[in-house]
T-cell receptor, first 110, second 113 residues
Framework: RKEVEQDPGPFNVPEGATVAFNCTYS??????FFWYRQDCRKEPKLLMS???SGNEDGRFTAQLNRASQYISLLIRDSKLSDSATYLC???????????FGAGTRLTVKP | EAQVTQNPRYLITVTGKKLTVTCSQN?????MSWYRQDPGLGLRQIYY???????DKGDVPEGYKVSRKEKRNFPLILESPSPNQTSLYFC????????????FGAGSRLTVL
């Protein structure tokens, strides 16, 4: 079983839609969780950290479910500019050993 | 501007011809790391370094070497490249304390024929 698994998609949604991605992780001792965004042919950039109580940043909401070992990302009111690949990142062993999921590709269409 | 700079951005080479991909950061970060990204596999860590003269293997270190003689530089060396090392490579850095947010370089696309 992979340490971090994501649905690769692609998710094709119309502008204004709400879309959610899940990511599961295998090590229950994982400490830190993040979502990174990667545009085509560019480097990944931090979108948001995921906190135990859940957190929101504008149209983006991240949640952590430790019991079921998954994190989620919800995007409300999708914009064309949200089209990207979203990478789930987990630190299963220590805070500097970051394991990446293969990414979920999102395309927002007019 | 705070950044991680890697070179070359694109390289086509032949099997067995040694090459080095340079990486430099100007943020005084303690930690630096190299990843490769392949379709369907995501980013996999090749090597990382927690400080000068301290390096360790990541998940896929075979065929690669690194060095950390100065805090700002972390070159990736392919002594004898093979076609299975054709990939997109990213260098990243982060602070030792606080939020461990990775700052990535723009990537180096390497093709080994």
């Amino acid at each position: 079983r992979k340490e971090v698994e994501q649905d690769p998609g692609p998710f094709n949604v119309p502008e204004g839609a709400t879309v959610a991605f899940n990511c599961t992780y295998s090590n229950s001792a994982s400490q830190s969780f993040f979502w990174y965004r990667q545009d085509c042919r560019k480097e990944p950039k931090l979108l948001m950290s995921v906190y135990s109580s859940g957190n929101e940043d504008g149209r983006f909401t991240a949640q952590l479910n430790r019991a079921s070992q998954y994190i989620s990302l919800l995007i409300r009111d999708s914009k064309l500019s949200d089209s990207a690949t979203y990478l789930c990142v987990v630190t299963p062993y220590n805070n500097n050993d970051m394991r990446f999921g293969a990414g979920t590709r999102l395309t927002v269409k007019p | 501007e705070a950044q991680v700079t890697q070179n070359p951005r694109y390289l086509i080479t032949v099997t067995g011809k040694k090459l080095t991909v340079t990486c430099s950061q100007n943020m005084n970060h303690e930690y630096m790391s190299w990843y490769r990204q392949d379709p369907g596999l995501g980013l996999r860590q090749i090597y990382y370094s927690m400080n000068v003269e301290v390096t360790d293997k990541g998940d896929v270190p075979e065929g690669y070497k690194v060095s950390r003689k100065e805090k700002r530089n972390f070159p990736l060396i392919l002594e004898s490249p093979s076609p299975n090392q054709t990939s997109l490579y990213f260098c990243a850095s982060n602070r030792a304390s606080g939020a461990n947010v990775l700052t990535f370089g723009a990537g180096s696309r390497l093709t080994v024929l």
